[in-house]
T-cell receptor
Framework: VQLVESGGGLVKPGGSLRVSCAGSGFTFSGYTMNWVRQAPGKGLEWVSSISTSSTNIHYADSVKGRFTISRDNAKNSLFLQMNSLGDEDTAVYYCARGTWGGGGLNYWGQGTLVTVSS | QSVLTQPPSVSAAPGQKVTISCSGSSSNIGDNYVFWYQQLPGTAPKLLIYDTDRRPSGTPDRFSGSKSGTSATLGITGLQTGDEADYYC???????????FGGGTKLTVL
């Protein structure tokens, strides 16, 4: 199982960025996927989750209305579109496979750093 | 302010035992599975305990999880210097319809 995030970088406040996660070594379409972030020196914050067929999507209140999670099962890929970015969104963004309903987030990528700064 | 409350730090000597608490409410810990994650310095988090008290293959049996009411506990026996890490509890909050983590506990093995 491998999860590889990409697309992080420096973005100005109010800007947008799309991060991606490529999954391999497992049947990507069979698993709920999540984004979890970690601000520098801070703890983990769950951001969003998406079910196997994208029918069930949830967001943390801190990103609702600004971030959109999506997936392309044909390309074994997970995405997070981030709009109206603020300083508080600066973090390492991890994608993680699994569900809170049983099993947990059992595989994590190495993360991609998003820095929001002018 | 995290939805789940953990002590910021715990410490103990090698070979000793330590417990890390995680306090929540009826809508999260009281109603759902609890998970524990270990984050070694400079690395991504790793699932340590799932479904409250189950160990993935690869987690030594020195690690254990339990829950009582709206609180959960991670226990570590036979402490090793390699156990020094940040530990996070997590669960689903049925009222928020969101995943929630504790603020994390830094374990120091003296």
């Amino acid at each position: 199982v491998q999860l590889v995030e990409s697309g992080g970088g420096l973005v100005k406040p109010g800007g947008s960025l799309r991060v991606s996660c490529a999954g391999s070594g497992f049947t990507f379409s069979g698993y709920t996927m999540n984004w979890v972030r970690q601000a520098p020196g801070k703890g983990l914050e769950w951001v969003s989750s998406i079910s196997t067929s994208s029918t069930n999507i949830h967001y943390a209140d801190s990103v609702k209305g600004r971030f959109t999670i999506s997936r392309d099962n044909a390309k074994n890929s997970l995405f997070l579109q981030m709009n109206s970015l603020g300083d508080e969104d600066t973090a390492v963004y991890y994608c993680a496979r699994g569900t809170w309903g049983g099993g947990g987030l059992n595989y994590w990528g190495q993360g991609t750093l998003v820095t929001v700064s002018s | 302010q995290s939805v789940l409350t953990q002590p910021p730090s715990v410490s103990a000597a090698p070979g000793q035992k330590v417990t890390i608490s995680c306090s929540g409410s009826s809508s999260n810990i009281g109603d759902n599975y609890v998970f524990w994650y270990q984050q070694l310095p400079g690395t991504a988090p790793k699932l340590l305990i799932y479904d409250t008290d189950r160990r993935p293959s690869g987690t030594p049996d020195r690690f254990s999880g339990s829950k009582s009411g709206t609180s959960a506990t991670l226990g570590i026996t036979g402490l090793q210097t390699g156990d020094e890490a940040d530990y996070y509890c997590g669960t689903w909050d049925s009222s928020l319809s969101a995943g929630v983590f504790g603020g994390g506990t830094k374990l120091t093995v003296l």
